[in-house]
């Protein structure tokens, strides 16, 4: 892993980081050991549609990477025929996705749409569940706000988002804790400090952080109603939010 993830980094100048094609393939080990807790988070994800997802409902990922998020739901209700719409700018990572989901076994349905989500447009319809997993991150805040807004009017009445990212410490004192506890995990994992220090190289200014607030005010400005901290390790926390008011 240390070596794959390496390579990974040192393909990037300094802020250069891309979810180019090369990085499809190593793209779920990666992301795994440079996320704290990322299978606690996508279990948690999976979870909550045992009551947020009916038999026939609709997941709306935002950022779907190679798909581990629908995976999971389905894994964890392969009865249920629920249906998902998968979104990512980057086409390689959704070719990935359709031919992971097709290991799972049995029909699926599917939508794929290569699209930048701050942009548009999103091409489904009364989301039961909208995800924006470690992908509003990316993004400046006006741009979140865009993206969630649009995700808003694409969601049921009923609906509901739930957001994951790294966020700022607004007291450095809990921000240097949380770099030095990211580092130590990550190094836990396999990932050599020359392979942390060349991600954190590419990705400057490419990772935009923001406070956990900010986040949340980004959440109602567009729409959504009671956002709602469902997880919290240090710089990573996981935001649920509904469609309506109650």
Known sequence: MSNDDTDIAEQFDTGGWQFTPDVVDVFDDHVRASVPHYD?????VAETTDWLVPAGGLVADLGASTGASARRILQRHPNRGIRFALYDEQPAMLTQAAIE??????????????????????????ADLTLCLFTLQFLPQ?????????AR???????????????????????EIGIDVAHDYKAERG???AA????????????RPYPQQTTMQAMTEAGWHAPEVLFRWHSWAVIGAFASAQ
């Open 191 to 193: 990932i050599t400090d």
């Open 142 to 150: 006006p741009e979140r706000v865009d993206a969630l807004r649009l």
């Open 153 to 175: 009017a694409c969601s049921a009445e009923s609906g509901a988002l739930i957001v994951a990212e790294k966020i700022r410490p607004i007291d450095s004192r809990w921000a």
């Open 101 to 126: 989901m097709k290991e799972i076994g049995g029909e699926h349905d599917i939508i794929l749409s290569a699209t930048r989500v701050q942009d548009g447009p999103l091409v489904h319809e009364d």
């Open 40 to 44: 606690v988070i996508q279990d948690l």
């Open 196 to 207: 942390i220090r060349a991600k954190a190289r590419a990705l400057r200014g490419v990772l």
